[in-house]
């Protein structure tokens, strides 16, 4: 940090398990992305490029690079496994993986229908490529999974393989574990933290509103994802009450708290 403060949270170290930052690039030119990494490096775990951007994003060889140049993961989202996967093409996607250099991969099943036991054996076979991540949630906002489904699921991905499971939101923050409105379904969220534990829960939280929710819940080292790039360093605030909303969250306990 660039100065001292007491009473700041401790934030997991880099390389970290715990307290991970996924960022969402939605479409970043090349000196967009530079500019991004100069100023927020510090602050990123993980780079998703969104959905199936990588499809049409020019100079993705160089991107991906040029993220894996400061140390960090880049994966395509999984919304791009699931357009392989309905073509037949599964052994192509990772055929492109590892032509990109990639090394985590998703496994979701938000835009279309996978058995889950399918689902649970396309992750046990790309473990043997890298970090897995899987998405538990649909992104149809009629679809609505009872607690206790969500908790089945996310169990089992985790048992065949999943480094994290991902709490879907979309990028809008609008399906999954929040209602159209955004606001966030705390009963289910509560009942998920009963069973599956929060260190291996990433939970999408695109809005403002939404991160603040899993900090004063969970705490500064929160795994959040679907951060907008230019709300990163605003978030990274927020987790250590340097931003109003969290202000007085962890003022008058000792440091480290």
């Excluded at 690079?65 to 699931?82: A, C």
């Excluded at 993986?97 to 689902?119: L, N, Q, R, Y």
Aim: aromatic fraction near 10%; proline fraction near 5%.
């Amino acid at each position: 940090m660039n100065f001292n403060l007491s009473q700041i949270p401790h934030r997991m170290p880099k390389p970290r398990k715990h307290g991970i930052t996924m960022v969402m690039d939605k479409g970043l030119g090349l000196e967009e992305a530079k500019n991004f990494l100069s100023a927020a490096h510090p602050h990123i775990d993980v780079l998703k490029l969104g959905f199936g951007t990588s499809f049409v994003t020019p100079n993705l060889h160089e991107k991906v690079e040029l993220y894996k140049s400061y140390g960090l993961p880049v994966y395509f989202g999984g919304t791009l496994f699931e357009a392989f996967l309905i073509r037949n093409q599964f052994e192509d996607y990772i055929a492109v993986c590892k032509d990109f250099g990639i090394d985590w991969m998703e496994v979701s099943d938000g835009s279309i229908t996978i058995p889950h036991a399918e689902k649970c054996g396309y992750i046990e076979k790309l473990t043997k490529y890298g970090t897995v991540l899987s998405e538990v949630g649909s992104k149809d906002a009629a679809h609505i999974i009872p607690p206790y489904k969500w908790i089945e699921l996310m169990s089992a991905e985790l048992e065949a393989g999943s480094s994290y499971v991902i709490a879907e939101a979309r990028e809008a923050g609008n399906v999954g574990i929040y209602r159209g409105s955004g606001e966030v379904r705390e009963g289910l969220v509560q009942e998920i933290l009963t069973k599956i534990p929060e260190e291996k829960i990433i939970w999408e939280a695109p809005q403002k509103a939404q991160a603040l929710y899993f900090i004063e819940l969970i705490g500064c080292n929160v795994n959040l994802g679907n951060i907008a790039p230019h709300e990163l360093i605003a978030l990274e605030a927020m987790r250590i009450g340097l931003r109003g909303d969290t202000f007085h969250l962890f003022l008058d306990k000792k440091e480290g708290q």
